[in-house]
RNA sequence: GCGCGCUUAGCUCAGUGGUAGAGCAUCAAGUUUACACCUUGAGGGCCGGGGGUUCGAUCCCCUCAGCGCGCACCA
């Protein structure tokens, strides 16, 4: 039997992935022989706005690594596949399309008309991103896939906010929040992305008979002052600690400001004085809190300044606002200096839009409160520190425990209601002063549904239960979680992978997996963040379909460690095609030198040489069995790469070449060939699925022969 | 401000307390029982600088520098 000479992956990787699903693999259940020992992953869900980008690829590429590796070790192995909605993410992506092709924003359409249009783009992405990762070779179990937003994912995401909000821990509170005046929503403190720019700081006073000069960089928001914050060991300023004072005229409004100490308050900043403005500034409004300061709010959610900013002021925009205070203050005389600074600013990560901290009733995750979870009483952060510290969860690589340990306890209550149509609505039911929280709308007339929806990490940290179908107590969810391994990107540590672990052990009582597994971003090979505005993304179907998916996948794991990012270029991709038809060639080479020879009748392997041949294959296995027990997936298939083509074929084969013309000694060098042969392709299978299978296909058959997937480690 | 990572061949990166490694790139030669998507060979390095521990350091410790990242602050 001859194979061609060249291994083509286009023409041969459809057939492979339609031969895998026929034979219903991917599925556990479906899994040949006694499988006592259970491994399962859950996809980390891609968003559905649009379509898949390196980044997936080689999240895929470790995941069907780990999922092959353990299903040929013989475990019962699940990998769970599905899509998130992305609430935020791909409504923003829709409301871009429409106005940019409609000129129509999404309150032309209405909330339900609005809502079909994003579900038929999510729709239409979802297609797509199966259709990628099955191109992949992604060996998903498709007959489990879930959405973020389907019906079992509501019910689950209805339950999770029943069950916290009876504990006690999710609340509805009046509190500054994040505000996108643009997304016209709040977002959670995650969702932040900080910009450097250059800023003026303004030291001024609010009068002439002020004693105290104050720095801003906002002067408009001063309108809305209520206090002068001065640390308490402040020699400058003891005498005016309690004392209030009344401004007749500041930029056209009266001002109450009462001078208050607190310790919070640098010394060395400005004047050393913080011009107190609770409704616009997430630490002016703690500082008021503690100090029972009035709050007044004088910008609104279009970041235009309100009523209440006075006449000079109202309706301009907050920047515009600026220049006309600067002014008033220069006129009159308060303005002290004015220097440039840099400046950090808050932007939305989604639309771009500059935060405005406004003050709102939102719900919330209380992490700070008391619950009773049946270990004793604990709160949210608490539970979410113990998982890592009691190393019940493990992360790799491993000094990405301190990034969360840090991350944990500078946590703050999280917002979890926004003001955006795409998502799982809030299930709390308002009639006057009643409310009803449940999992589906109360009994009787007069209830009206809250019009926010949940933040999408709310449901997203719900994902290896919600998946298995908890809330119901099903065997999958008994026999599968926690999962064995959870493999992101480290950049959504705490978007996520901590929000699973908040949900899991509350409403489990039970860490969400044991280990965690960080893979790095995907670069260009300067460095840089692929992005469509720089013109320098790889597509990885692209790369499928020039180089083979195997090609693809082994470019992104080699010369990846574990938290590293990678970078890739088209170079990497084509060098590793060549090895796929090495190993192609190495197989026609052996298949060509196999007549009289019949697996099932195989003899020994006698020869001397021939068992050294051996033993340095057993060792390599070894060695690469070890590796990705340890997730070194990059040395492992280095290891293997460098096995295969610098051992087996370079000196193996090279050396075998006599011994298989002379017929003495034929038949063993024949038995080693193919032991070595059998024995790669299966330690190869994980790393390149499809040229391993195909060849595997392409082997005389013998007693017991199976698909390669679901052949003995 | 707090914390983390990186610095090794032209490029991308592994690696180990005991004579420096791979892939790609470069150069030279080559048509051999599979493979030119190949073979054989060659060149190329004060392992970022300085100090320390050690018989011995690229590796461990200290320090400096450059690059990158995260978090917090930013009145």
Same mark, same amino acid.
């Given at each position: 039997?001859?194979?061609?000479?060249?291994?083509?992956?286009?023409?041969?990787?459809?057939?492979?992935?339609?031969?895998?699903?026929?034979?219903?693999?991917?599925?556990?259940?479906?899994?040949?022989?006694?499988?006592?020992?259970?491994?399962?992953?859950?996809?980390?869900?891609?968003?559905?706005?649009?379509?898949?980008?390196?980044?997936?690829?080689?999240?895929?590429?470790?995941?069907?690594?780990?999922?092959?590796? &353990?299903?040929?070790?013989?475990?019962?192995?699940?990998?769970?596949?599905?899509?998130?909605?992305?609430?935020?993410?791909?409504?923003?992506?829709?409301?871009?399309?429409?106005?940019?092709?409609?000129?129509?924003?999404? &309150?032309?359409?209405?909330?339900?008309?609005?809502?079909?249009?994003?579900?038929?783009?999510?729709?239409?992405?979802?297609?797509?991103?199966?259709?990628?990762?099955?191109?992949?070779?992604?060996?998903?179990?498709?007959?489990?896939?879930?959405?973020?937003?389907?019906?079992?994912?509501?019910?689950?995401?209805?339950?999770?906010?029943?069950?916290?909000?009876?504990?006690?821990?999710?609340?509805?509170?009046?509190?500054?929040?994040?505000?996108?005046?643009?997304?016209?929503?709040?977002?959670?403190?995650?969702?932040?992305?900080?910009?450097?720019?250059?800023?003026?700081?303004?030291?001024?006073?609010?009068?002439?008979?002020?004693?105290?000069?104050?720095?801003?960089?906002?002067?408009?928001?001063?309108?809305?002052?209520?206090?002068?914050?001065?640390?308490?060991?402040?020699?400058?300023?003891?005498?005016?600690?309690?004392?209030?004072?009344?401004?007749?005229?500041?930029?056209?409004?009266?001002?109450?400001?009462?001078?208050?100490?607190?310790?919070?308050?640098?010394?060395?900043?400005?004047?050393?004085?913080?011009?107190?403005?609770?409704?616009?500034?997430?630490?002016?409004?703690?500082?008021?809190?503690?100090?029972?300061?009035?709050?007044?709010?004088?910008?609104?959610?279009?970041?235009?300044?309100?009523?209440?900013?006075?006449?000079?002021?109202?309706?301009?925009?907050?920047?515009?606002?600026?220049?006309?205070?600067?002014?008033?203050?220069?006129?009159?005389?308060?303005?002290?200096?004015?220097?440039?600074?840099?400046?950090?600013?808050?932007?939305?990560?989604?639309?771009?839009?500059?935060?405005?901290?406004?003050?709102?009733?939102?719900?919330?995750?209380?992490?700070?409160?008391?619950?009773?979870?049946?270990?004793?009483?604990?709160?949210?952060?608490?539970?979410?520190?113990?998982?890592?510290?009691?190393?019940?969860?493990?992360?790799?690589?491993?000094?990405?425990?301190?990034?969360?340990?840090?991350?944990?306890?500078?946590?703050?209550?999280?917002? %979890?209601?926004?003001?955006?149509?795409?998502?799982?609505?809030?299930?709390?039911?308002?009639?006057?002063?009643?409310?009803?929280?449940?999992?589906?709308?109360?009994?009787?007339?007069?209830?009206?549904?809250?019009?926010?929806?949940?933040?999408?990490?709310?449901?997203?940290?719900?994902?290896?239960?919600?998946?298995?179908?908890?809330?119901?107590?099903?065997?999958?969810?008994?026999?599968?979680?926690?999962?064995?391994?959870?493999?992101?990107?480290?950049?959504?540590?705490?978007?996520?992978?901590?929000?699973? %672990?908040?949900?899991?052990?509350?409403?489990?009582?039970?860490?969400?997996?044991?280990?965690?597994?960080?893979?790095?971003?995907?670069?260009?090979?300067?460095?840089?963040?692929?992005?469509?505005?720089?013109?320098?993304?790889?597509?990885?179907?692209?790369?499928?379909?020039?180089?083979?998916?195997?090609?693809?996948?082994?470019?992104?794991?080699?010369?990846?460690?574990?938290?590293?990012?990678?970078?890739?270029?088209?170079?990497?991709?084509?060098?590793?095609?060549?090895?796929?038809?090495?190993?192609?060639?190495?197989?026609?080479?052996?298949?060509?030198?196999?007549?009289?020879?019949?697996?099932?009748?195989?003899?020994?392997?006698?020869?001397?040489?021939?068992?050294?041949?051996?033993?340095?294959?057993?060792?390599?296995?070894?060695?690469?069995?070890?590796?990705?027990?340890?997730?070194?997936?990059?040395?492992?298939?280095?290891?293997?790469?460098?096995?295969?083509?610098?051992?087996?074929?370079?000196?193996?084969?090279?050396?075998?070449?006599?011994?298989?013309?002379?017929?003495?000694?034929?038949?063993?060098?024949?038995?080693?060939?193919?032991?070595?042969?059998?024995?790669?392709?299966?330690?190869?299978?994980?790393?390149?699925?499809?040229?391993?299978?195909?060849?595997?296909?392409?082997?005389?058959?013998?007693?017991?022969?199976?698909?390669?997937?679901?052949?003995?480690?």
């Amino acid at each position: 039997m001859e194979l061609p000479k060249n291994y083509e992956p286009k023409d041969a990787e459809g057939p492979i992935y339609k031969k895998w699903q026929e034979s219903g693999y991917f599925n556990p259940d479906n899994l040949p022989g006694d499988r006592k020992e259970v491994f399962s992953i859950v996809l980390p869900p891609p968003n559905v706005t649009g379509t898949l980008h390196m980044g997936h690829a080689a999240m895929i590429a470790v995941e069907d690594i780990l999922v092959r590796y &353990h299903r040929m070790r013989g475990k019962r192995t699940l990998w769970l596949p599905g899509t998130d909605h992305a609430a935020i993410a791909t409504q923003s992506k829709v409301e871009k399309e429409i106005s940019k092709k409609e000129g129509k924003s999404r &309150h032309d359409f209405g909330r339900k008309e609005f809502l079909k249009r994003v579900e038929q783009f999510a729709s239409e992405s979802h297609d797509t991103i199966v259709n990628q990762m099955k191109r992949l070779g992604a060996s998903m179990d498709w007959s489990r896939e879930a959405f973020t937003l389907d019906q079992k994912r509501t019910t689950a995401t209805y339950t999770a906010f029943k069950r916290m909000y009876d504990a006690g821990l999710i609340y509805r509170g009046n509190r500054i929040v994040n505000w996108d005046p643009k997304g016209q929503t709040t977002i959670s403190d995650d969702e932040i992305v900080y910009e450097e720019r250059e800023a003026t700081l303004c030291t001024f006073r609010y009068s002439k008979e002020f004693p105290i000069p104050v720095a801003t960089t906002r002067p408009e928001t001063k309108v809305g002052d209520t206090a002068v914050a001065v640390h308490p060991d402040d020699a400058r300023y003891q005498q005016y600690i309690g004392k209030t004072y009344e401004i007749a005229d500041f930029a056209g409004v009266p001002l109450t400001i009462k001078v208050v100490a607190d310790s919070s308050v640098e010394k060395d900043f400005g004047t050393g004085a913080l011009g107190v403005t609770p409704a616009h500034a997430a630490i002016d409004w703690e500082i008021a809190q503690k100090h029972n300061l009035p709050s007044k709010q004088v910008i609104n959610e279009f970041a235009k300044m309100n009523e209440a900013a006075g006449a000079m002021l109202v309706s301009k925009k907050a920047a515009e606002a600026r220049a006309v205070v600067t002014e008033w203050l220069r006129a009159n005389g308060l303005l002290i200096k004015e220097e440039k600074i840099k400046q950090n600013i808050a932007t939305a990560e989604r639309t771009g839009g500059i935060v405005e901290p406004l003050p709102k009733l939102q719900w919330f995750v209380a992490v700070n409160k008391p619950y009773q979870a049946p270990s004793g009483e604990t709160t949210l952060k608490e539970m979410m520190l113990r998982a890592v510290q009691d190393r019940k969860i493990a992360i790799t690589p491993d000094r990405f425990n301190n990034v969360y340990f840090n991350w944990i306890n500078s946590l703050r209550d999280w917002c %979890i209601s926004r003001q955006i149509w795409y998502g799982h609505r809030v299930p709390v039911w308002y009639k006057g002063e009643e409310i009803f929280v449940g999992t589906e709308a109360p009994q009787g007339d007069g209830w009206a549904q809250d019009e926010d929806t949940l933040d999408t990490w709310f449901s997203s940290g719900l994902w290896t239960f919600s998946t298995l179908g908890w809330p119901e107590a099903t065997s999958d969810l008994k026999m599968y979680h926690p999962t064995s391994v959870l493999e992101t990107g480290y950049d959504i540590l705490f978007f996520w992978v901590a929000r699973m %672990i908040l949900m899991s052990g509350f409403l489990l009582n039970d860490v969400p997996f044991k280990q965690v597994y960080l893979h790095g971003l995907v670069r260009d090979d300067k460095g840089r963040k692929m992005s469509k505005s720089l013109g320098n993304t790889i597509d990885p179907l692209e790369m499928a379909d020039k180089y083979g998916a195997d090609a693809t996948r082994l470019s992104l794991i080699i010369g990846a460690a574990a938290g590293n990012d990678i970078k890739l270029s088209e170079d990497r991709v084509r060098g590793y095609k060549n090895f796929a038809n090495k190993i192609w060639n190495i197989s026609r080479f052996v298949l060509m030198n196999f007549d009289g020879f019949s697996p099932d009748a195989m003899g020994e392997v006698t020869g001397e040489a021939d068992k050294a041949a051996l033993a340095d294959f057993e060792k390599a296995k070894v060695e690469t069995t070890a590796q990705i027990e340890e997730f070194k997936f990059y040395q492992a298939a280095e290891g293997m790469y460098h096995y295969v083509w610098h051992t087996f074929a370079d000196k193996v084969i090279e050396e075998a070449k006599p011994r298989l013309a002379d017929p003495a000694v034929r038949a063993s060098a024949q038995a080693m060939l193919w032991t070595i042969l059998t024995g790669s392709l299966k330690v190869l299978h994980p790393f390149m699925p499809f040229v391993t299978e195909e060849i595997w296909s392409k082997l005389p058959d013998w007693k017991g022969k199976q698909l390669l997937i679901v052949e003995k480690w």
